[in-house]
C-alpha cells in the first residue's frame, strides 16, 4: 500500500461492505470538496449497519471514539464503506469503520479516505437498552 493508502478495491472483498454511495453536488462544501458532515453521517449509518446486524436488531450510536478524514471526497466519487465488529460487551458494540473512494478517473483502486471507530448500544422497541445476543 502506498503512502495516500491507495489500493486495489479486489483487495477488500474479505472485508464487509456495509454501504456504497456516490458523492454527489448538492453533499458540497463551500470549496466544492465533499463536505465532512455528509462523510460523518455516511460512517454512522455503515456502523450502524453492521451494528445492527451484530445485534440482530436496533442499535443507536453512543459515541464516536475516533474519526479521521485521510483524503478529501470529491464529486462523482463512488464510496465504500466496509466495517468489523471490534468489541462486544453487554449492551455495547463497538464497529471500525474504513471508506474508500474510487475516483472517476480509477475504478480499479480505490482510495483509503476515512477511518472511524464508533461505539453503540442494542436497544428495545421502547428504546432501552438491551443485552447483545452472542454470536452465532
Known amino acids: 500500500m502506498s503512502n495516500d493508502e491507495t489500493?486495489?478495491?479486489?483487495?477488500?472483498?474479505?472485508?464487509?461492505?456495509?454501504i456504497?454511495?456516490?458523492?454527489?453536488?448538492?453533499?458540497?462544501?463551500p470549496s466544492g470538496d465533499i463536505f465532512g458532515g455528509w462523510l460523518m453521517s455516511q460512517v454512522d449509518l455503515a456502523g450502524g449497519v453492521i451494528a445492527g446486524q451484530r445485534s440482530r436488531g436496533?442499535?443507536?450510536t453512543v459515541a464516536v471514539n475516533s474519526f479521521e478524514f485521510k483524503q478529501p471526497v470529491y464529486v462523482g466519487d463512488l464510496v465504500s464503506f466496509y466495517g468489523h465488529v471490534t468489541k462486544v460487551g453487554n449492551t455495547s458494540i463497538t464497529v471500525t469503520i474504513e471508506a474508500y473512494a474510487q475516483r472517476r478517473s480509477s475504478s480499479e483502486e480505490g482510495v483509503k479516505v476515512t477511518a472511524?471507530?464508533?461505539?453503540f448500544v442494542a436497544v428495545d422497541?421502547?428504546?432501552?437498552?438491551?443485552?447483545?445476543?452472542?454470536?452465532i
Not at 456504497?20 to 462544501?29: E, F, G, K, L
Request: charged share 35%; glycine share 2%.
Open 58 to 60: 436496533r442499535a443507536v
Open 125 to 135: 422497541e421502547r428504546g432501552r437498552p438491551r443485552k447483545v445476543p452472542k454470536a
Open 7 to 18: 489500493i486495489p478495491m479486489t483487495e477488500l472483498d474479505e472485508q464487509k461492505l456495509a
Open 116 to 119: 472511524a471507530e464508533l461505539t
Open 20 to 29: 456504497r454511495v456516490i458523492a454527489m453536488p448538492a453533499d458540497t462544501n
